[in-house]
């Protein structure tokens, strides 16, 4: 079991449509997800069709401190408003399941402002044993601002990924709250609790001079952050092809089977190495994919 959260402290950097994109192609090579939208602004929840309502969500998960079926919702692709033709349903091997986000802005937070273990409910409820159980892989969607709830999303995983526009205002943003936000959590350190690494990943990328030479300064001014957080090679490139993907609710491996399925690809190796070589649409069901030894 791997669990990894998507941060930024600046919004609109694509972090939803790489979560979601993420969970559907792990779930097409046959792991079990699940989706966790722990963002106020609940665009994750509203990505997929979902085909079975839980009555609770991320709420309930928060507040219990615990992961119960009565708070997983499931996710049909087969309800989606434009289905690819000949495109078969998600590998029958693997599902993709979600927490919705059912709070409204700021509930939450003031539940968790007085907590003295607010940072650590998201971390409390993945322990349970239903996680471990019935999935391969979290991936969790945060809020772009600092919050209860993103110090929590970040305790929570093994993994941080971080998406940057090559433009200079994020990358500003990227170097300066990234080095904040990383700083704030260290603190949990005192509790025994350690910061997970951090993937930063060059995302949107315009194909023009100016984007390129940005994306190489931040590879560069990524060293300024005392070597926490790396860049990894996989550049996903700005296209229509992901917009119409969110627009149709499909994953963008499905709408797009050249650049946008190679790229994805590509990332998702990067990230789980024992998945290089495994497609979605292939043959490699028939092998038994690990990914803890990853991590």
Avoid at 218 to 241: G, M, N, Q
Avoid at 244 to 273: F, S
Wanted: aromatic share 6%.
């Amino acid at each position: 079991m791997i669990v990894y959260s998507v941060v930024s402290t600046k919004g609109g950097v694509g972090k939803t449509t790489l979560n979601a994109n993420l969970g559907a192609l792990l779930a097409d090579l046959g792991m079990r997800v699940l989706l966790i939208d722990a963002d106020v602004q609940p665009s994750l929840s509203r990505y997929f069709p979902i085909g079975r309502t839980a009555p609770h969500g991320l709420t309930q998960m928060i507040k219990q401190g615990a992961l119960t079926d009565d708070c997983i919702s499931t996710i049909d692709l087969a309800l989606a408003p434009i289905v690819p033709r000949g495109q078969p349903r998600l590998n029958p091997n693997g599902c993709l399941d979600l927490v919705v986000s059912d709070a409204p802005e700021g509930t939450l937070q003031d539940w968790l402002a007085p907590r003295m273990d607010s940072a650590l409910r998201i971390k409390l409820a993945l322990r349970s044993p239903l996680l471990a159980e019935n999935y391969d892989v979290a991936l969790i969607d945060t809020q772009g601002a600092v919050g209860h709830l993103q110090d929590a999303a970040v305790l929570a995983a093994d993994v941080l990924l971080s998406p940057v526009s090559p433009d200079v205002l994020s990358a500003r943003e990227f170097l300066d709250g990234t080095q904040k936000l990383l700083d704030r959590v260290e603190t949990a350190s005192a509790f025994g609790f350690s910061v997970p690494p951090m993937h930063a990943m060059i995302y949107r990328q315009e194909n023009t001079r100016d984007a390129r030479e940005i994306a190489k300064a931040i590879r560069e001014e990524y060293r300024k952050l005392k070597c926490r957080v790396s860049v990894l090679d996989t550049v996903v490139p700005h296209a229509v092809a992901y917009k119409n993907a969110a627009t149709a609710q499909l994953p963008v491996h499905w709408m797009d089977a050249g650049r946008a399925y190679d790229t994805m690809h590509a990332l998702l190796w990067e990230l789980i190495p024992s998945l290089g070589g495994h497609y979605a649409g292939g043959t490699s069901s028939d092998t038994q994919i690990e990914v803890a030894d990853d991590v």
